[in-house]
């Protein structure tokens, strides 16, 4: 049974930083992409990173380019995002996945089969 547990979630001020972390167990971490997505009140939820198997490709919305970073020790079998130089419009529920499948598009939510229970990252003005 795959399971991902997010912590770091918090209360910061406008363009400060948070680091989200994700630990998976369950199967081999390392096979597999992660991904952190986000869903803010009445909207869509949304991916915010991913990263490949090895972390040698990444992916990141355009709204985080160049400030936040998604990385992942697989000797740890977990994952994590930097957020820097964050604005209230990044307010939402954080939530780490992992895909179904081997060499899946990592790009894509579909192929994600798996996820955390989330933590509320709020960042004020």
């Known amino acids: 049974q795959v399971q991902l547990v997010e912590s770091g979630g918090g209360l910061v001020q406008a363009g400060g930083s948070l680091r989200l972390s994700c630990a998976a167990s369950?199967?081999?971490?390392?096979?597999?992409?992660m991904g952190w997505f986000r869903q803010a009140p009445g909207k869509a939820r949304e991916i915010v990173a991913a990263?490949?198997?090895?972390?040698?490709?990444?992916y990141y919305a355009d709204s985080v380019k160049g400030r936040f970073t998604i990385s992942r020790d697989n000797a740890k079998n977990t994952v994590y995002l930097q957020m820097n130089s964050l604005k209230p419009e990044d307010t939402a529920v954080y939530s780490c996945a992992t895909t179904r499948a081997l060499f899946s598009d990592y790009t894509q939510e579909n192929n994600y089969a798996y996820w955390g229970q989330g933590t509320q990252v709020t960042v004020s003005s």
């Open positions: 369950g199967r081999t971490f390392s096979r597999y992409a």
């Open positions: 990263v490949t198997s090895n972390g040698g490709s990444t």
